[in-house]
């Protein structure tokens, strides 16, 4: 017989920490637990992964839980999700590759459970509703000491003079950019954090200066109204240095590697930059959204690669006008005639 979704959980369970290891390899074990940041691989301590336990049930060897998010779920949860992976056949398969499991035989597997809402969206919403505009703060300060135009900003990104930042049993306070996470429709389903340095702009001090609250899933930080054209990428200064030299070109901020990949598209889209950072992980994601968008039928579809490690990298090191000449091959003739070669 072949191994089910709930047999391939349960050994997934038997090599708890090998799963861990190799798919979240950025975090480290304490005691009975994995813990990392987040179901993406970054560092922190906000997701946390049993390495002890009862093959099944309440306390099971291999659940894991986000505090952060509220996403929880078995280690073949993880692995859809980290990988991002949209099907329960598509997390088998990589699963039992993983496991050195046999292929299971073709049959109809159910679908996977839509994630619900995390409990802390409301949080989420409070804290954006109670951010101040970004113009003459310290927010604006570190992104133009970044290199962006904060002149093409819109209203996702705000500012907050004591954002709450916990690490183990300690809190203190940090200012910060706050961003609006939305779906498809403009509802605010959480948001991103970056807290920042109270004496200079430039990030805090502190292990994990990036966080998120809410639901992030197939959701984004979405600047400019979409009509057929909309640039996909990962984190909020890529895409606001394309923005910078790229005016009126919609943008969108995944936050990651993993949820670009399974970022939501408008149906209405006729051409798609993907925006991918220059490394194993922004390739991935790359490839993973061109399939999903070929699948929705996008008929232009292009990918856009930095000459660094990602575009606020080419922007900062190359200048306005080389960045935007390095771009301008790479461009639609729509946008290749809307650059801004200078600062």
């Known amino acids: 017989m072949r191994p089910t979704a709930s047999d391939t959980a349960r050994a997934l369970g038997r090599s708890?920490?090998?799963?861990?290891?190799?798919?979240?390899?950025?975090?480290?074990?304490?005691?009975?637990?994995?813990?990392?940041?987040?179901?993406?691989?970054?560092?922190?301590?906000?997701?946390?992964?049993?390495?002890?336990?009862?093959?099944?049930?309440?306390?099971?060897?291999?659940?894991?839980?986000?505090?952060?998010?509220?996403?929880?779920?078995?280690?073949?949860?993880?692995?859809?999700?980290?990988?991002?992976?949209?099907?329960?056949?598509?997390a088998i398969e990589e699963a039992q590759e993983f496991l050195s499991l046999p292929p299971p035989i073709t049959r109809s597997i159910p679908r996977p459970r839509r994630p619900s809402s995390p409990s802390?969206?409301?949080?989420?919403?409070?804290?954006?509703?109670?951010?101040?505009?970004?113009?003459?703060?310290?927010?604006?300060?570190?992104?133009?000491?970044?290199?962006?135009?904060?002149?093409?900003?819109?209203?996702?990104l705000?500012?907050?003079?004591?954002?709450?930042?916990?690490?183990?049993?300690?809190?203190?306070?940090?200012p910060g950019l706050v961003a609006a996470v939305t779906d498809a429709l403009g509802c605010v389903t959480g948001v991103q954090r970056l807290f920042l340095d109270p004496n200079h702009p430039r990030k805090a001090d502190v292990e994990d200066p990036r966080r998120s609250l809410g639901h992030l899933l197939g959701n984004g930080v979405r600047f400019g109204?979409?009509?057929?054209?909309?640039?996909?990428?990962?984190?909020?200064?890529?895409?606001l240095s394309l923005a910078t030299v790229i005016p009126n070109l919609p943008v969108v901020a995944a936050s990651s590697a993993a949820h670009l990949a399974a970022i939501n598209l408008p149906a209405n889209l006729t051409r798609l930059y993907i925006a991918r950072d220059n490394d194993v992980a922004g390739r991935w994601a790359a490839a993973r959204l061109e399939v999903r968008a070929i699948e929705m039928g996008i008929p232009s579809i292009l990918h856009l690669i930095p000459a660094l490690k990602d575009f606020n990298d080419d922007l900062r090191e190359l200048g306005v006008r080389a960045f935007a000449e390095r771009l301008a091959p790479q461009l639609a003739s729509e946008e290749r005639a809307r650059l801004t070669l200078t600062a």
Request: some cysteine.
């Open 16 to 90: 708890a920490e090998t799963v861990c290891r190799h798919y979240l390899s950025r975090g480290r074990r304490m005691g009975g637990y994995w813990i990392v940041g987040d179901i993406l691989n970054n560092p922190g301590r906000s997701l946390f992964v049993r390495l002890r336990g009862p093959e099944y049930g309440p306390g099971a060897c291999g659940k894991w839980a986000d505090a952060a998010t509220g996403e929880h779920g078995d280690l073949l949860d993880l692995i859809r999700l980290a990988c991002g992976l949209t099907s329960l056949k598509d």
């Open 225 to 239: 109204e979409v009509s057929t054209a909309l640039a996909a990428g990962e984190g909020i200064e890529t895409m």
């Open 120 to 156: 802390n969206m409301g949080a989420a919403r409070r804290l954006y509703a109670g951010a101040q505009p970004l113009k003459g703060t310290l927010g604006e300060a570190y992104l133009r000491a970044r290199g962006i135009d904060t002149d093409v900003l819109a209203t996702p």
């Open 158 to 174: 705000r500012f907050h003079p004591r954002l709450l930042y916990r690490e183990g049993k300690t809190a203190q306070s940090f």
